[in-house]
């Protein structure tokens, strides 16, 4: 019997070549934000692989804040990238973690590396420093001050920390190589002076690290193993690397990169979702239109959804685009067999029994999902006035439409045939009543003389129906035309939001929670809105059509 191999991303191979090769005993990984935005769906990748290789090799998995640049940081991000990475199931256990936890001991190696000849303090403006970097093609100049003594480095050190100095003055670089191929490594800035209050710290500090410097610090002191980070910042590993080795950090991280995940038509620019929400064209950041986790939560994606996203996905070296119908198959696979299926009309209209009994109402039993019996069934009351979907009837229908018309005899789901026998208009010309007749000895959808009809439409009873909005989304971006206009605005879909007020459900539905969601036949997966509904005004955004236009590659 021949085995199945497990087939093992490039990263797992290097994982599986540290460990047989000793260069570590337990992996441990990390996720680190800049609290500075929320997260979207590229970082759902970062979070699910780190998290997902620490699982895998039973390893240890840190949640941590790169906390270094206090222009940009708000608690608000903190909290809400805290209930995103638990909401997808990252357990980071008790290992919660702020770089600026370690402002001390980044200010210590600092004075490490000055004290090596490693580092000094600079003079030069950021205009200046740009001109003696050099380009590509040309190696750069070097810093008046690169030979300052290591006594006076010292000194003007610490008189940055003491708050000496205005913002911008001094700086303090890494003294490598102004010839390096490497721009990263032509003596870059490892602190800048900013007097501004921290988030965490308060008014302590008035010098901070810069990201390259402060992140394979922190990697460093936290016992990570394996820095997993994308593509970008491959050429930023020399100078992870040469950060660790100067310090001599025992068994020093090793950096790893990947390829981001990037989804076709969706806007994640921080910059282009500001505009957004202060130009009132979504209500937030969790707009449901918007691809931030706390939007694709809102909106009634699930964590497993995500997940099977993200596998789907795979992990690479090489950029590519996912299209969105992807994400929207996840979804459509997570809940197919999860939730139960619902009759709502959400553009109804009423349609009454004529020969059923005035004031009866019998109970119908229905399974809340035909594909998997375990989520057993409902009672729905069954009566002689319903609403049926305004698109399920037609005074004159074309060929091939089965539903009712003039004379026509249909199911009612899990009910009667009936036949339409007349209608009632408004004033405006709007059908408003339907009127029908029953079969009562068609109960259950067959009639005993075995005839067929070929339409089946679903209804709800009106007196017990529950009344709600529902929200029915599109791309935000205008799929035809792409993201942006070539004045680098964006391309705004207007139908991306429609908003139907008068949308008639059954009554399951009336205590249904926020985040609960529905299958509503023929329509589409629905979720309860977390922030608009409320009891007895009910609000559904719908996640995801039925329809789908992707389909799963074949191995």
Known sequence: MEHETESRNFIEQIIDMDISEGHCREVHTRFPPEPNGYLHIGHAKSILLNYGLAKKYGGRFNMRFDDTNPTKEKYEFVESIKADVAWLGADYEDRLFFASDYFQEMYEDAVKLIQKGKAYVSELTAEEMREYRGT?????KDDPNRNRSIEEN??????????????????????????????NMRDPVLYRVAHLSHHNTGDAWCIYPMYDFAHPIEDAIEGVTHSICTLEFEDHRPLYNWVVEEL??????????????????????KRYIKKLVEDGIVDGWDDPR?????????????????????DLCGVSKANSSVDYSMLEYCIREDLKLKRPRIMAALDP?????????????????????????????REIPFERELYIDREDFMEEPPKKYFRLFPGNEVRLMHAYFVTCTGFEKDAEGNVTVVHCTYDPASKGGNSPDGRKVKGTIHWVPASSSVKAEVRLYENIIDEE?????????????PNSLTVLHDCRMEPSVADAQ????????????????????KPGALVFNRIVSLKSSFVLPKK
Do not use: H, W
């Not at 590509?136 to 750069?140: F, I, K, Q, R, V």
């Not at 926020?514 to 509904?533: H, I, L, N, P, T």
């Open 154 to 183: 010292l000194q003007l050190f610490e008189e940055m920390k003491n708050g000496k100095y205005a913002d911008g003055e001094k700086t303090l670089r890494a003294k490598i190589d102004m010839a390096s191929p490497n721009m």
């Open 290 to 310: 918007l691809v931030s986790i706390a939007a694709l939560r809102r909106r009634g994606f699930t964590p497993e959804s995500i997940q099977l996203f993200v």
């Open 481 to 493: 035309k792409g993201v942006y206009n070539e004045d680098g605005s964006l391309n705004l879909n």
């Open 136 to 140: 590509l093609t040309e190696p750069g």
């Open 248 to 269: 001599e950090y025992q068994q020093p991280p090793k950096q790893i990169e990947f390829a981001k995940m990037y989804l076709t038509n969706v806007v994640t620019g």
């Open 514 to 533: 926020a985040f609960e969601s529905f299958q509503f036949v023929r329509q589409g997966f629905f979720c309860v809105d977390c922030k608009d509904s």
């Open 349 to 377: 209209i009423k349609l009454v029994i004529d020969n059923y009994p005035e004031g009866q109402t019998e109970m119908l039993s229905v399974a809340n999902n035909l594909e998997n019996e375990s989520l057993g069934t």
